[in-house]
Structures are given as C-alpha cells and as structure tokens.
C-alpha cells in the first residue's frame, strides 16, 4: 500500500531509515507537499514508552522553567490569568505544579508518566480548558490530527513545543531531534505542515518559527514572540545564573548518557 502523509493526505516519499532503540530498523517518510516527516507505523512505542521520560532528557528541569517563564508572559498577554488551565502530556507534573505555585489554576494530564509533583490536580479530558499547553508533545503523536482534534474541542488556545523540521528535512544522523535510541519521536512539522493544520481546524496559527507555536480559535496579537524574545532578553540580562562562566552540563550529559546506552 502506497504511504500517505498523516496531515494532508499526499502521497509520500521515503527520506532514511534509522536503527530505532538501537535495534528496530526504521523507514522515515516525507511529505513533499506540507513538508511532514513521519516514520513508518511506529510497532515499537510500547518499548520505547517502558520509562515515560527518556533516560537521555537531561535538559527536562531547565525546558520547564524556561516553559513556565514563557507561559507567565503568555498568560499576562492574552489575559487569562484567573482562568482554568491544563498542562497535557505534562511528564511527572512539573510545570503544573510550578505554575499552581505561582498562583495559576493549573491541572496536569499525561497517559504515560505518574503524576509525581501536582497530585490532587490531575485534568479531565472531558472538561473545557482556557489554555492547553502541549510541550514536547506533537513529535510524540502517532495520529497527529486525531490527538490535536481532542484537544481544540476542549480549548479556546494551544500553546505547544515542537521543533519544525527543514524542509527538505535533514537525513537522521544530522539532526538530534529524530533521537531514534529512545524511538519515541515520531512525527515532525515544518512550519507549512502547522499551517495545514490551523487550516483544518479553522484556526489562527502564531509560531517563533523554532520551537514554539500557538493555535488560537480566537485572534491574537501577532506581535506576541517578538515581545516574548524582548521580555527574555531583559530577563536573560537579570538572572545571575548567567554572571558565571559554567557551561551547562545538559548537551555533555546528553551524549554521556546516549553513548551508555548504546
């Protein structure tokens, strides 16, 4: 059977193929049309899920204070601060109890991982949500437009992570982001591939062209990351951490801890 593109239905072509969890060889396809960069149907996810986060995340505590200072200014911007929110796909519940601390009505959801740090707080998918940030979510999706579908029903604005694939998109081992030993990346999206998606559900899309993007049933500002890029940069400037000459250790422990389990 002829594999089609899981966003916009097109025909597509195969880009590599990659050892997948180090043992599972693995065609990735691509779209020429919306620039979508799938694997082939992912047999190998209940492994790759055995540890909810992957063992080579290292950087999973500064991604979620970075996230929870984007998402105050967010939140400041489109004025929903005394609104009720979910964090999906939220790992151990980091951020959700990091944003209830600073007051911000927050619920966690994640099928995969315990809820470890917001007990009491876990969201119902059944519910309606003001905002829904997704970090880290979309290359996670086997049926992308099945999954986002279920989460626009229930929010007026998605506030996601992902981070867009050239296009053409780079071969496996040139890009880090395919991360093919812990097998649960899956599906990438260029900024075409995002923008076929907010067509489909008659959205507004807003993206830093990177790594953060936002799908909003309702207008927003479409200055709001170069505001965001401007309020980091002042904050950047304020925190001391930035005063020492330590380089993190992330990207180092990163490759310590890939190379071990090779």
């Known amino acids: 059977m002829e594999a089609v593109c899981k966003i916009c239905n097109s025909k597509l072509f195969v880009h590599d193929t990659s050892l997948v969890l180090n043992k599972h060889s693995v065609t990735y396809y691509y779209c020429s049309h919306c620039g979508f960069v799938q694997t082939e149907e992912p047999y190998w996810l ?5 540890k909810a986060i992957a063992t080579a995340d290292t950087g999973i505590i500064s991604r979620n204070l970075k996230n929870a200072n984007d998402l105050l200014y967010f939140i400041h911007f489109i004025h929903c601060q005394n ?10 519940g980091i951020l959700t109890r990091i944003m209830r601390d600073y007051g911000f009505d927050f619920y966690h959801y ?9 007990q009491g707080f876990e969201a119902n998918m059944n519910n309606k949500y003001k905002l829904i940030t997704a970090y880290e979510n979309f290359e996670h ?3 992308p437009l099945i999954e986002i579908e279920k989460l626009m029903r229930i929010t007026d604005v998605l506030f996601f992570s992902t981070s867009l694939v050239s296009s053409p998109p780079p071969l496996i081992k040139d890009w880090w ?7 649960q990346h899956i599906s990438f999206y260029t900024l075409k591939t995002l923008q076929v998606i907010a067509d489909k559900f008659d959205c507004q899309l ?3 062209n990177s790594d953060l993007h936002i799908l ?11 505001k965001l890029r401007a309020y980091n940069k002042i904050r950047n400037k304020l925190d001391i951490t930035g005063k020492f000459k330590q380089k993190s250790k992330i990207w180092d422990d990163y490759l310590a801890v890939t190379d071990s389990i090779r």
């Open 177 to 183: 982001y395919y991360s093919p030993s812990t097998g």
């Open 206 to 208: 807003l993206s830093d």
């Open 110 to 118: 994640d099928k995969y991982a315990n809820n470890l740090y917001a």
């Open 141 to 143: 999706f086997t049926t």
């Open 83 to 92: 609104e009720i929110c979910m964090d999906f796909g939220g790992g151990h």
């Open 46 to 50: 209940e492994e790759a899920y055995s």
């Open 216 to 226: 909003s049933k309702s207008p927003i500002r479409k200055n709001f990351f170069e």
